[in-house]
């Protein structure tokens, strides 16, 4: 749900042999890559904006709250890599704290550098998906790090071919359903697949495969009951359109249907799916055909030979919607505009809390020239589809995409941001979410939590460093 993905980036409680709990996340990647923007839409109906609640006003800015005392290693468990920094390091190799490598080594993510993708906690330790160079080749993994025991187990889901995301998956049971993003003659696909005995002998099967992906999209995998779907975004006549697959979680089927999931009368891409009972939530970015109060028509994207990578058109102004799916992954009722008018989304994630309500987190574009990012904003739909508008506080020369973490065992929700300056920014999520920095995780990523324990993850060189953390909660 999906988690964590950078670029950019669904949680809830899933039974798992060994006491793995899941939650869909959206994870921040080492190695982020720029997501090409959305094809211009054509004019269409207006959803109804979304106004704060009456008598609120926007937040006062925050003064800068005190430093916390620092994040530190929990005692007794190993620092795991995943690939090689200098070559003397082997895969999932415990690293010795003098072997830790310093700040410095991680500022630039390097050629063919391991890429870490979403996370997932559960009551005994994570599972994160990720990309690693073996010999020339791509391929895509699931690392599994348990909380206590000395060993990072690695399930290699075989070589994936031109510029692939991390593996998606979803725990269900002893297995993990994965999608797996790749690339053949006729271009960008995605293979399904089930990891049997996860914990165990981690027998990994094939089934359907799904082309007319649209290239460079992410996609997002996800469990609520008896039923799984998958949601990709796909490309026909210079549009774009999220489709859905829908099937049972107890077998990969060799074929698969797929059905629209979005609009056909605007374009939509990058699809986060999180639980809810009785189906899914399904967050998705909607581009917007003008420029609102400006009257500024959005350029149309020029022609294109090849209707499956359409020519896309900079800087189109985005609003986050939210969709209810049954239990089939199809719609129940037009989708809520979760951001204001005038407010034009850069990055965005999705989360179900304890409850089955979603949680949705964003960040605005800021028009400032040499601005990296606009504020924060995030928004609670109750189960009765009310909204909510959360302030935010904190998050000083903030940047980067947030990610909502729910902790398994208490089932508190968390949400991360990093800033420009190599901070990393989180918080728990309120009625008012103060969020703060730590200089134990400065230049690293927070993946996931679980019994008050992160999840951590920094560039070495090329490789990936995993390590569990020990941090102040306020």
């Not at 415990?94 to 830790?100: K, T």
Request: glycine residues 12%.
């Amino acid at each position: 749900m999906y988690g964590f993905r950078r670029s950019s980036h669904s949680l809830r409680a899933l039974g798992f042999v060994g006491g793995f709990v899941a939650f869909a996340l959206c994870a921040t990647p080492i190695a982020c890559k720029k997501k090409a923007p959305l094809p211009a839409a054509k004019p269409l109906p207006e959803l109804p904006d979304i106004a704060p609640d009456e008598g609120s006003v926007e937040p006062p800015q925050a003064a800068k709250p005190s430093p916390m005392p620092a994040c530190r290693s929990l005692p007794g468990v190993a620092l795991f890599r995943i690939g090689e920094e200098s070559g003397a390091v082997a895969h999932g190799e415990p690293v010795a704290d003098d072997d830790a490598g310093t700040d410095d080594q991680d500022d630039v993510p390097l050629p063919f550098s391991t890429e870490v993708g979403d996370a997932r906690a559960g009551a005994t330790g994570f599972v994160t998906g990720a990309l690693r160079s073996a010999k020339g080749n791509t391929h895509a993994l699931l690392a599994m790090i348990p909380s206590t025991a000395p060993a990072l187990k690695l399930i290699d889901l075989g070589p994936v071919h031109g510029d692939p995301d991390p593996p998606a998956f979803a725990i269900h049971g002893a297995d993990m359903l994965v999608a797996a993003s790749d690339t053949d003659a006729g271009g960008a696909m995605l293979r399904l697949g089930m990891v049997h005995d996860a914990l165990g002998a981690a027998n990994v099967t094939w089934g359907a495969e799904l082309t007319g992906v649209r290239r460079d999209s992410p996609f997002a995998l996800e469990v609520s009951g008896a039923r799984a779907l998958l949601v990709f975004a796909s490309v026909a006549h210079d549009k774009v359109r999220l489709l859905g697959a829908s099937f049972s979680v107890d077998q990969v089927p060799a074929k698969l249907a797929t059905e629209p999931v979005s609009p056909g009368d605007a374009d939509v891409d990058e699809p986060r799916l999180a639980p809810r009972i009785g189906g899914f939530w399904l967050a998705s970015a909607r581009a917007l055909p003008t420029d609102k109060g400006k009257g500024k028509t959005t350029p149309a994207p020029a022609p294109s030979a090849d209707e499956s990578d359409p020519s896309l058109v900079e800087d189109v102004a985005r609003r986050i919607e939210l969709t209810q799916l049954d239990g089939n992954g199809k719609p129940l009722g037009a989708a809520l505009a979760l951001s204001m008018a005038g407010e034009s989304v850069m990055t965005f994630n999705l989360a179900a809390a304890a409850d089955g309500s979603a949680y949705v987190a964003f960040r605005t574009d800021d028009t400032t020239p040499g601005a990296d990012g606009g504020p924060l904003r995030l928004v609670h739909v109750k189960l009765d589809g009310t909204l909510e508008r959360l302030p935010v506080e904190g998050d000083e020369q903030g940047s980067g995409a947030p990610t909502l973490v729910v902790d398994a065992a208490s089932g508190t929700l968390w949400l991360v941001a990093s800033g420009s300056t190599g901070a990393t920014w989180f918080g728990k999520v309120g009625a008012k979410t103060e969020l703060r920095t730590n200089d134990g995780v400065r230049g690293a990523s927070l993946l996931g939590i679980q019994a008050g324990h992160w999840l951590s993850e920094r560039a070495r060189g090329t490789a990936a460093e995993l390590s569990l953390l020990e941090c102040p909660s306020g």
